[in-house]
C-alpha cells in the first residue's frame, strides 16, 4: 500500500486526470443571494513533500483561509495534519480509491473484497489524520463511477460526521449524488488549478479567475490545486489579494458545502 502511494504521488497532478478546466460542472453552493461570491481553495497531497516543492510551512503561513487535504499513508501525513490544525486552516483526508487500491467494482453490486480494502483504508486515515472536519477525493477515476461502491462507502462516511468534496476528476462520478443521498454535508470541485503540462503561475491565475467569474454568477465556487508547485503557490499569493479587493470571500470549503 504505502509503496504505491508514494510512487503514484510522484506526480500528484495527474490527480485532475481526466478534467479539463471547468468539466468539474457547477460547485453546489449557496447561491448567487449570498452578499460576496465566495471561493473556497483546497489544497490537496500534503503528507509527501520534495526539496524542489514549495515548503508545507509556507502553505501554512497564507493569511486567507484555506482547506489543507492530508493524504494517509505518506512521510510526513501525521505531522503535516498536525500543523493544519496548529496553524488555524482547515484539515480534511485526502481518500484515495483506485488505482492505489486493487479494485474489482462490478456494475452491480459491492464487491466484499472492495469494500474490506475501503474500509480498512479508511479507517487507517482518521487515526493518521485526527479530527479532520471533511474528506474529498484523491484521482479514483473508475471507484467515483461506480454507484454500488459510492453508496456503500457514503453509509461508512456518514458516522464519521464529516463532510464530503467530490473532486470531480470525470464529469461521470457519481459520488457526490451518493453523499447527498446518504445525507452527507457535500459539494463538488468546479476546476483544477493545474493539469499534468500546465502549473505555471500564470494557468493558476487563469484557472482562478475563470472560478471568480463562476462564484460571480453563481454566488461561490471550490477550486483545488496541489501543494507541489510554486507556480500555483505563486499564484494564489498574487492573485487572492487582487480578488479579495475586487469584492470576493474567500472561505474554508466548509462553509460551501450543503
Given at each position: 500500500?504505502?509503496?504505491?502511494?508514494?510512487?503514484?504521488?510522484?506526480?500528484?497532478?495527474?490527480?485532475?486526470?481526466?478534467?479539463?478546466?471547468?468539466?468539474?460542472?457547477?460547485?453546489?453552493?449557496?447561491?448567487?443571494?449570498?452578499?460576496?461570491?465566495?471561493?473556497?481553495?483546497?489544497?490537496?497531497?500534503?503528507?509527501?513533500?520534495?526539496?524542489?516543492?514549495?515548503?508545507?510551512?509556507?502553505?501554512?503561513?497564507?493569511?486567507?483561509?484555506?482547506?489543507?487535504?492530508?493524504?494517509?499513508?505518506?512521510?510526513?501525513?501525521?505531522?503535516?495534519?498536525?500543523r493544519v490544525k496548529e496553524t488555524g486552516h482547515e484539515l480534511i483526508i485526502h481518500f484515495p480509491f483506485d488505482p492505489f487500491l486493487s479494485l474489482a467494482l462490478p456494475k452491480d453490486r459491492v464487491d466484499p473484497a472492495d469494500l474490506d480494502?475501503?474500509?480498512?483504508?479508511?479507517?487507517?486515515?482518521?487515526?493518521?489524520?485526527?479530527?479532520?472536519?471533511?474528506?474529498?477525493?484523491?484521482?479514483?477515476?473508475?471507484?467515483?463511477?461506480?454507484?454500488?461502491?459510492?453508496?456503500?462507502?457514503?453509509?461508512?462516511?456518514?458516522?464519521?460526521?464529516?463532510?464530503?468534496?467530490?473532486?470531480?476528476?470525470?464529469?461521470?462520478?457519481?459520488?457526490?449524488?451518493?453523499?447527498?443521498?446518504?445525507?452527507?454535508?457535500?459539494?463538488?470541485?468546479?476546476?483544477?488549478?493545474?493539469?499534468?503540462?500546465?502549473?505555471?503561475?500564470?494557468?493558476?491565475?487563469?484557472?482562478?479567475?475563470?472560478?471568480?467569474?463562476?462564484?460571480?454568477?453563481?454566488?461561490?465556487?471550490?477550486?483545488?490545486?496541489?501543494?507541489?508547485?510554486?507556480?500555483?503557490?505563486?499564484?494564489?499569493?498574487?492573485?487572492?489579494?487582487?480578488?479579495?479587493?475586487?469584492?470576493?470571500?474567500?472561505?474554508?470549503?466548509?462553509?460551501?458545502?450543503?
Amino acid at each position: 500500500m504505502r509503496h504505491a502511494l508514494l510512487l503514484s504521488l510522484l506526480f500528484v497532478a495527474g490527480s485532475a486526470s481526466g478534467a479539463q478546466p471547468g468539466a468539474g460542472g457547477p460547485d453546489p453552493g449557496p447561491g448567487a443571494a449570498a452578499s460576496k461570491p465566495k471561493i473556497a481553495v483546497v489544497i490537496d497531497d500534503f503528507g509527501l513533500t520534495y526539496k524542489k516543492n514549495v515548503s508545507d510551512e509556507d502553505w501554512y503561513k497564507v493569511p486567507w483561509p484555506a482547506t489543507f487535504a492530508v493524504m494517509p499513508e505518506s512521510p510526513r501525513t501525521e505531522l503535516a495534519a498536525k500543523r493544519v490544525k496548529e496553524t488555524g486552516h482547515e484539515l480534511i483526508i485526502h481518500f484515495p480509491f483506485d488505482p492505489f487500491l486493487s479494485l474489482a467494482l462490478p456494475k452491480d453490486r459491492v464487491d466484499p473484497a472492495d469494500l474490506d480494502k475501503v474500509s480498512a483504508l479508511l479507517d487507517k486515515a482518521f487515526r493518521q489524520i485526527p479530527q479532520p472536519v471533511g474528506l474529498n477525493t484523491h484521482r479514483s477515476y473508475k471507484a467515483t463511477q461506480n454507484p454500488p461502491l459510492m453508496k456503500a462507502f457514503m453509509a461508512r462516511l456518514k458516522t464519521r460526521k464529516v463532510y464530503f468534496i467530490d473532486s470531480h476528476v470525470t464529469p461521470k462520478s457519481v459520488a457526490y449524488d451518493e453523499a447527498r443521498a446518504a445525507g452527507i454535508q457535500a459539494g463538488r470541485g468546479y476546476i483544477f488549478l493545474e493539469e499534468p503540462k500546465h502549473y505555471t503561475k500564470e494557468f493558476c491565475i487563469a484557472m482562478l479567475r475563470r472560478a471568480a467569474a463562476h462564484a460571480r454568477k453563481n454566488g461561490s465556487v471550490i477550486v483545488i490545486g496541489h501543494h507541489y508547485f510554486h507556480g500555483t503557490y505563486e499564484g494564489l499569493v498574487e492573485e487572492v489579494p487582487k480578488l479579495q479587493a475586487q469584492g470576493f470571500d474567500f472561505v474554508f470549503a466548509s462553509d460551501l458545502v450543503k
